[in-house]
């Protein structure tokens, strides 16, 4: 005889996802007492704490992060089941995750053709570095993830999806730029550590031996243009994200050498455990990877 149930899992759920009782109740629909009440019988079942009190909270302990992680999983199947039985109308919740310049220069098609085929399934979408998403994911915190090259995702399916080409900038004031040792002592502006353009930059300026000033990280591309413009220092960022931004008429642009200039955005996910949802969206991405000639579906190494 099973212990738990859908009900059971979607409470755990949503204490943990909306950090308390008292808001998982009102998202659910239930009175707080009713909650408590289901979290003990769950917990009496199993033989063990699922939450743990901290001050007028509750916090989830290893078991309750563990069945977390699985609820979102069996959730998600049983969103994909219903979903089966309505003529492969796909409906249910896309949790993923993606890289800033993606999100805002790349996503927004891509997104809305994946709209218009299935417009019962919503996206939940967040952004990080690619190290911050990878973790995510490795969490199942996000079912997917768009990062960039390098990254470091062994055990993971990867999708190539988007090239990009990565500019210098500098202020205006700035001579060209043609090596590492034209910028001489210089701050870099970028993401924080675990941004992969970054370690691009910081890379080409080792191999010449130049050392930076120092870094300032901000968590946004405006941020990073507006303090490159104002003469702080320079940054790397994609020619995409550059062209969308009326910041960029104000520092100048310097082309990187080929082996750091370009680069691959790639969609990972967990092997075996792509949803429906996940599916249709790599079939969007796909007919777009086909249109550019980029091959698709390759496991993921360095």
């Not at 700035?174 to 090596?179: E, G, R």
């Not at 910028?183 to 941004?195: E, Y």
Request: with cysteine.
């Amino acid at each position: 005889m099973r212990n738990i149930d859908l009900d059971d899992l979607e409470i755990v759920h949503a204490v943990i996802a909306h950090g308390g009782v008292a808001r998982a109740a009102q998202a659910l629909h239930r009175v707080p007492s009713n909650v408590t009440t289901r979290i003990k019988q769950l917990e009496a079942r199993l033989g063990v704490a699922l939450f743990a009190r901290r001050g007028r909270g509750l916090a989830p302990t290893a078991e309750g992060r563990l069945l977390h992680g699985y609820a979102e999983r069996l959730l998600r199947l049983a969103d994909e089941t219903e979903s089966a039985l309505r003529a492969g109308r796909l409906l249910g919740t896309l949790r993923l995750g993606s890289l800033e310049s993606t999100a805002g220069s790349r996503l927004p098609q891509v997104l809305a053709r994946y709209n218009r085929a299935h417009p019962a399934v919503r996206i939940e979408l967040v952004t990080g570095t690619t190290a911050a998403l990878i973790a995510r994911l490795a969490r199942h915190d996000i079912e997917a993830a768009f990062v960039s090259e390098p990254f470091c995702a062994p055990g993971l399916l990867a999708q190539p999806v988007f090239e990009e080409e990565l500019v210098l900038i500098s202020g205006g004031g700035v001579a060209a730029v043609s090596s590492p040792p034209d910028l001489g002592r210089t701050t870099l502006i970028a993401f924080a550590s675990g941004c992969s353009y970054r370690r691009r930059l910081e890379e080409w300026l080792a191999a010449a031996g130049v050392l930076p000033e120092g870094v300032l990280e901000f968590a946004s591309y405006p941020a990073i243009v507006a303090c490159v413009a104002a003469g702080t220092g320079v940054a790397v960022v994609p020619r995409s994200v550059l062209a969308g931004l009326k910041a960029a008429e104000s520092v100048r642009q310097h082309a990187l050498p080929p082996t750091f200039a370009y680069s691959r955005t790639h969609l990972l996910w967990h092997p075996g455990q792509a949803s429906l949802a996940l599916q249709g969206l790599r079939a969007v991405l796909a007919d777009g990877c086909r249109e550019a000639g980029v091959t698709v579906a390759a496991p993921a190494g360095a």
